[in-house]
């Protein structure tokens, strides 16, 4: 062919289609969908009874569906704060925190959106926060001087710690959404403030009773943790958590639907409250709890179809993911025993959160990406501490020495490169620190005794004086300890967490 005519075919080739070497070079979208006390058993997919969970069975069958994949702790903050951070909670002595807790993260802590922020990516986080915000007292009437856009998110619209505690208002970009400044708001978390009801006082209120802990002041019929006077125009109404943050996440997508963005989506689903929109009550059998799932299900398919509505979906992974195990009662008569029927929300796994056994952190995860990961099943072990080291592989950053020094690059697990393997050394949190190691599971000993507040909600906790071993091949219960048969394997797993807890070590 002569040189002139071969110029003219590749000129009318990128005339006819102009963006063809973008659409090849252009970075990954990243979304990556985390949703809040979502048991292993809790999908169609992986086993659920009496809910039906059909975008995300179908996210699962075009995507890839992990068997062994871990959130880092048994409750939330922690595994939010491991998550963005590459750092396991404990060397930052993260636990839960109250709604006026000041910022967990802050610009000394390095986070994946400030990576993926050097890689050109506009980085955005939704939904529910619990990660803290403020330097000490929070001016929820004016701009909340520490938060996610300190730590490298450019956009946020949250809530601010959970939807069981105050405040209960959103914020967006780090100011209270809808506010009158002439009716501040104030909270407390340690005495009453204004004058609106509480759970304890007027019970008649409520749309459900609640536990002592749950019954201060009374927003929408519920009682919360904490009290809060003003900011009546602010309040939101828990109904509307649905279509509220969804819309949100639809309006960034479609606003940087040109750009590489990074979105941090994180659901207040299925955590209580439970209190689903009127378009999915009854769309269960096990009541709000059941039907919170059907909620959470139908927000992703929502989002979903915003990716190809957009055109965008062959090029965006989506992680979705679970930041605990499932908890029943949690606080609120919301009958999620009465109508469990025959659900296993943990799956075959023992625990939940709060809970050192598997299905304290064992969660569903599914990656999807439809141009570059194959459907399957893969048995690796995963941890999402690795998420961090694994996407700054995908945009091609090199992490600095003190980033995400926790985390691993897992990527060829995440893309199905490979379905075996994974991780050779996995820590797990939960009041007390236990190691996966292939098969082995080991449960440090704690010399407190489990707190009257755990055994309230009736989790088998796995908090022990004595030493765990466990080989999940042949026992996935964890029924029977067998650490006094293996005192050489004990020794070998102590010492590796000691590595890991006192020295640093990095082990994978």
């Not at 700054?392 to 020094?405: F, I, Q, T, Y």
Request: aromatic share 10%.
């Amino acid at each position: 062919m002569k040189p002139f005519l071969c110029f003219s075919l590749v000129w009318i080739f990128f005339s006819c289609f102009p963006n063809a070497t973008h659409a090849q070079t252009k970075k990954p979208n990243i979304v990556i969908i985390y949703v809040d006390d979502l048991g292993y058993g809790d999908l169609g997919v992986t086993g659920a009874k009496g809910v039906k969970t059909p975008n995300l069975d179908k996210m699962a069958s075009k995507g890839l569906l992990f068997t062994d994949a871990h959130c880092p702790a048994s409750t939330c903050t922690p595994s939010r704060f491991s998550l963005l951070t590459g750092n396991y909670a404990f060397r930052n002595n993260a636990s839960i925190l109250p709604g006026d807790a000041p910022a967990l993260i802050t610009p000394k802590i390095p986070t994946v959106a400030n990576m993926l922020k050097r890689a050109g990516y506009q980085t955005g986080v939704i939904g529910k926060w619990h990660l803290g915000l403020g330097n000490g007292n929070i001016d929820w009437n004016g701009y909340i001087n520490m938060g996610p856009k300190e730590i490298g998110f450019d956009y946020s619209f949250l809530i601010p710690a959970t939807g069981d505690r105050v405040p209960t208002v959103y914020t967006e970009n780090q100011r209270v959404v809808n506010l009158n400044p002439n009716d501040p708001i104030k909270v407390s978390y340690q005495s009453k403030v204004g004058n609106r009801p509480t759970g304890t006082e007027n019970p008649e209120l409520l749309k459900m009773k609640a536990d002592l802990q749950h019954s201060n002041t009374i927003v929408n019929g519920v009682s919360r943790i904490g009290f809060m006077s003003g900011g009546e125009t602010a309040l939101w109404k828990d109904e509307d958590f649905p279509f509220v943050l969804t819309k949100k996440a639809k309006n960034y997508m479609i606003a940087n639907k040109e750009n590489p963005f990074f979105l941090y989506f994180a659901f207040q689903d299925i955590h209580v409250p439970r209190v689903p929109n009127p378009m999915f009550e009854g769309k269960s059998s096990m009541g709000p709890r059941g039907d919170a799932i059907a909620q959470m299900d139908w927000c992703t398919g929502e989002l979903m179809k915003t990716l190809d509505s957009l055109g965008i979906a062959e090029n965006t992974l989506i992680i979705f993911s679970s930041d605990n195990g499932p908890v029943l009662d949690d606080g609120y008569a919301d009958k999620s025993v009465e109508m469990l029927g025959d659900h296993k929300p943990a799956g075959p796994f023992k625990g939940g959160k709060y809970s050192a056994f598997e299905g304290g952190t064992r969660v569903p995860t599914i990656t999807y990406w439809p141009s570059k990961i194959k459907p399957g099943v893969s048995n690796a072990l995963f941890s999402q501490v690795d998420l961090f080291h694994s996407l700054s592989e995908l945009v091609g950053v090199k992490l600095n020495d003190n980033e995400a020094k926790d985390s691993f690059n897992a990527l060829p697990v995440l893309l199905g490169e490979r379905k075996k393997g994974g991780r050779k050394v996995m820590l797990e949190e939960a009041f007390t620190l236990a190691l996966r190691s292939g098969d082995w599971k080991y449960i440090h000993p704690v010399s407190m005794a489990t707190p009257t507040w755990l055994n309230d909600k009736k989790v088998e906790s796995g908090l022990s004086k004595n030493v765990q071993l466990f080989n999940l091949k042949n026992d996935v219960e964890e029924k029977n300890n067998i650490a006094a048969q293996y005192p050489k394997k004990v020794k070998k797993m102590q010492a590796l967490l000691e590595n890991i807890k006192n020295k640093g070590t990095r082990i994978n």
